[in-house]
């Protein structure tokens, strides 16, 4: 079973940016198509950004605008999400995990708050 570890998160203010980090153990990240997911408080959790196993394929929510990028280190068998322009509506617990069900355990999320 895959084991993730997300970090990276914190507070900042409208319009700050974040550099998020998803590490993997016990498999192998560029063997699965990957991405990271969000949840605010009373609401489900949401896809935020998707990787193909090759790399090549990316897909962002439409609340992304252009705003987050998706990258990964295979040597390092870790995941990024680089948070820029944030906005209130970003605060959220965000976690990385398989693309689609079935999912990997879900690990303990990094917490990004976003401030006026």
């Known amino acids: 079973q895959v084991q993730l570890v997300e970090s990276g998160g914190g507070s900042v203010q409208v319009g700050g940016s974040l550099s998020l980090s998803c590490a993997a153990s016990?498999?192998?990240?560029?063997?699965?198509?990957v991405g990271w997911f969000r949840q605010a408080p009373g609401k489900a959790r949401e896809s935020v950004a998707s990787?193909?196993?090759?790399?090549?394929?990316?897909t962002y929510a439409d609340f992304v605008k252009g705003r987050f990028t998706i990258s990964r280190d295979s040597a390092k068998n870790t995941l990024y999400l680089i948070l820029n322009n944030l906005e209130p509506d970003d605060t959220a617990v965000y976690y990385c995990n398989k693309q689609r069900p079935p999912y990997w355990n879900w690990g303990r999320g990094t917490q990004v708050t976003v401030s006026l």
């Open positions: 990787m193909d196993w090759s790399g090549r394929d990316i």
């Open positions: 016990g498999g192998v990240l560029s063997s699965w198509n």
